[in-house]
């Protein structure tokens, strides 16, 4: 019976180290920095796949584990099936008891929900910025590193290994060797 910790945070430039310290008691830690919104997110397959009926998972919060309700269960399912229970830190819930698994599945339904408002606001205000003209959108990031992706690729570095290095997106870093080849 192992305890596992599964940590996330969504970009590179943000540090996994405050979920690192709440899961230190766990034996094994998986780590990633990757959008929640991201199917392929290896840790999170690599934990599923790891444990074992009688273990526990743990996350600090809901949100570093799933990125809406629907996915949310299908994990808490998913280890339910293997025997495995599931601990969110921050809110206490655990799985093994059946109003836990009720708790999970409401606090999944309002956190989407809550996630949906935000986004609506989110969007609205974007729309308002844009009828002022002060809306400049998000920096560009793979743009600038135009220049180091072409001349990585020339040193013979293969395109994941280029996107991981620099912390761009593989389709950018197609899209760039397309403009270099169109030009």
């Known amino acids: 019976m192992a305890t596992v910790g599964y940590a996330r945070v969504s970009t590179t430039g943000q540090s ?3 979920q690192i310290e709440a899961l230190s008691g766990c034996e094994k830690i998986f780590r990633e920095k990757i959008s929640g919104a991201k199917d392929d997110r290896p840790e999170l ?3 599923l796949d790891f444990v074992r009926e009688g273990d526990t998972v743990y996350v ?3 949100d570093r584990l799933a990125r809406n309700t629907r996915h949310l269960l299908d994990i808490s399912e ?3 099936g293997k025997g495995v229970a599931l601990n969110i830190l921050n809110i206490g819930i655990n799985t093994v008891t059946p109003t836990g698994k009720l708790m999970l599945t409401m606090i999944g339904a309002i956190a989407t ?3 949906e408002l935000m986004q609506e606001r989110q969007a ?3 729309a308002l910025a844009k009828a002022k003209g002060v809306y400049k959108g998000r920096k560009a990031t793979a743009r600038s590193k135009a220049q180091e992706v072409i001349e990585l690729l020339e040193q013979g570095l293969n395109k994941p290994v280029v996107f991981r290095q620099l912390g761009i997106g593989i389709t950018s870093i197609y899209r760039i060797i397309r403009a270099r ?3």
């Open 16 to 18: 996994l180290d405050t």
């Open 45 to 47: 397959h690599a934990m």
């Open 60 to 62: 600090t919060k809901l």
């Open 78 to 80: 998913y280890l339910q």
């Open 113 to 115: 929900f809550e996630r």
């Open 124 to 126: 609205e205000g974007i």
């Open 181 to 183: 080849r169109d030009s």
